[in-house]
């Protein structure tokens, strides 16, 4: 069936409610006559009178009505779903999950930026160890640690990362670390959930692939990992991403010249069922303009597959 004009059906809406061709050109902004016209044409398609017609009033016709309900929810919901895809975008809260580790050690710091940016939007931001299923979530982006592939989602490469060990001043004032043996004898604090194998790649690397160390303490979160070392309860193999401000301000030290390259990258997750509206894209925009004036930061590489991202 062929659907009448927008207009004609705005028209008979507001002629119908005020019962007055002249009220409905008013609240349209267009003239009388105009309106006149709209309903007439419409009047034509649908092969029946909507209105009766008095010397100085109007009333509704039988098929007015029947019709009146149906226009008036169709135009409810038609307005309400453009709300929804343009000022939607632009208002309320931009919704992000992101690993607890990158939040608090990399994001955070620098938000305030943002903020002062964009003050008309309210960042809404979930450190969480969980990967999040963004199709079904009310989350507009994420930004995860891993190898880029995840079910139902698009992923932009953000940058790539490199590990090497560090720890407190204060460690080394009690336990002098001059050579990679020296590691045999220090406490080690692994971050199981993501290098639990990269200490035996940076051992590979630095020459001592047979060297073995102690397993003091394993913690699930990179960040964690790191105040540990920050306390001085020993070594931690951590990511350029996550202590670049605590190594410029002294708090760290880093141990040798050797690091290696992470398997995972950091990458901007979007769901593939929607597009990223104008407060995420402006949010991206931003986070990419960070990420970049960072010279410590290493460029995004391909993203890899994999079934188990973080």
Request: net charge negative.
């Amino acid at each position: 069936m062929h659907l009448p004009p927008i207009m004609s059906l705005r028209c008979f809406e507001s002629a119908a409610k005020h019962l007055s061709f002249t009220q409905a050109a008013q609240e349209l902004f267009i003239t009388q006559a105009a309106v006149s016209q709209h309903i007439r044409k419409l009047e034509e398609q649908l092969g029946a009178p909507l209105f009766i017609r008095h010397n100085r009033r109007l009333t509704l016709s039988e098929q007015g009505h029947a019709l009146l309900p149906y226009v008036s929810q169709s135009l409810t919901l038609l307005t309400d779903g453009i709300k929804k895809v343009t000022l939607g975008n632009t208002s309320g809260p931009l919704n992000i999950s992101a690993l607890p580790s990158f939040c608090s050690r990399w994001l955070v710091p620098r938000l305030w930026h943002f903020s002062q940016q964009h003050p008309d939007i309210e960042v809404r931001l979930t450190p969480s160890l969980q990967v999040v299923d963004l199709p079904q979530s009310d989350f507009d982006l994420a930004i995860r640690f891993g190898l880029g592939d995840y079910k139902g989602c698009q992923s932009e490469a953000l940058m790539s990362d490199s590990l090497f060990p560090v720890c407190s001043p204060k460690l080394l004032q009690t336990k002098p670390i001059t050579q990679v043996t020296d590691l045999a004898n220090i406490p080690i604090i692994h971050d199981f959930l993501t290098n639990t194998s990269n200490w035996q790649g940076w051992l590979d690397a630095a020459g001592y692939p047979d060297l073995t160390m102690s397993n003091n303490l394993r913690i699930s979160d990179a960040s964690l990992a790191i105040t540990a070392a920050l306390s001085g309860q020993g070594v931690t193999l951590a990511r350029q991403s996550l202590v670049g401000e605590e190594l410029n301000n002294g708090q760290l030290v880093r141990l040798f010249d050797t690091s290696i390259a992470s398997d995972y990258g950091y990458y901007l997750v979007t769901p593939s069922n929607r597009p990223l509206n104008p407060k995420g894209e402006l949010f991206r925009a931003w986070l990419v303009d960070q990420i970049a004036a960072d010279s410590t930061l290493s460029p995004p590489q391909e993203a890899a597959v994999s079934t188990s991202p973080s």
